[in-house]
T-cell receptor
Framework: DTEVTQTPKHLVMGMTNKKSLKCEQH?????MYWYKQKAKKPPELMFV???????INESVPSRFSPECPNSSLLNLHLHALQPEDSALYLC??????????????FGPGTRLTVT | TQLLEQSPQFLSIQEGENLTVYCNSS?????LQWYRQEPGEGPVLLVT?????EVKKLKRLTFQFGDARKDSSLHITAAQPGDTGLYLC??????????FGTGTRLTIIP
């Protein structure tokens, strides 16, 4: 199984709502990632979890809160977002630390619209 | 700060033609990956190269890693409409973080 799944596929939320994005992988990967991608731009890294611990936070605003309940699951909790946060949110996973290459496998993304 | 510049930014060619996309940096990377992304979907890994001068072929796609491991190219022979998409190179530095290139949007006209 080389699939990363993400739910929901689409999400529309108001600026006062609280919602969560979910990501799951069953490849035994120990690193999981959240990216934000605006139209016609490359993905921008937000967070990295390595062995279920937060290892990288790219100075992301606190209205985005990641959570890694176990090695297969990754959540992104959203609260008090702004319209400029509308984007495609991508989850990815990669193999264990200690390797030279970290080939990342991406999910299909969640298209988020903040109204 | 590591940067990866891709060229061209946009490319539109007829079916059957050949093309090359370039990915350049002033930084050395331990690995270089190429992804293709279709609209509304996540990037799909095409190939990883790790050795300077390495060449890998995937059907009509040929990937090369520069000798100094600072640049890479993707050559497509006899392009087909199914090759349409956003092509992204990404450099690895031996940790979890990838540096993504600026992207090349390729359109193949039937």
């Amino acid at each position: 199984d080389t699939e990363v799944t993400q739910t929901p596929k689409h999400l529309v939320m108001g600026m006062t709502n609280k919602k969560s994005l979910k990501c799951e992988q069953h490849m035994g990967h120990r690193a999981m990632y959240w990216y934000k991608q605006k139209a016609k731009k490359p993905p921008e890294l937000m967070f990295v979890y390595s062995y279920e611990k937060l290892s990288i936070n790219e100075s992301v605003p606190s209205r985005f809160s990641p959570e890694c309940p176990n090695s297969s699951l990754l959540n992104l909790h959203l609260h008090a977002l702004q319209p400029e946060d509308s984007a495609l949110y991508l989850c990815a996973s990669s193999q264990d630390s200690g390797r030279i290459t970290y080939e990342q496998y991406f999910g299909p993304g969640t298209r988020l619209t903040v109204t | 700060t590591q940067l990866l510049e891709q060229s061209p930014q946009f490319l539109s060619i007829q079916e059957g033609e050949n093309l090359t996309v370039y990915c350049n940096s002033s930084s050395v990377f331990s690995s270089l990956q190429w992804y293709r992304q279709e609209p509304g979907e996540g990037p799909v890994l095409l190939v990883t190269v790790v050795t300077g001068g390495e060449v890998k072929k995937l059907k009509r796609l040929t990937f090369q890693f520069g000798d100094a491991r600072k640049d890479s190219s993707l050559h497509i022979t006899a392009a087909q409409p199914g090759d349409t998409g956003l092509y992204l190179c990404a450099g690895g530095s031996g940790n979890e973080k990838l540096t993504f290139g600026t992207g090349t949007r390729l359109t193949i006209i039937p």
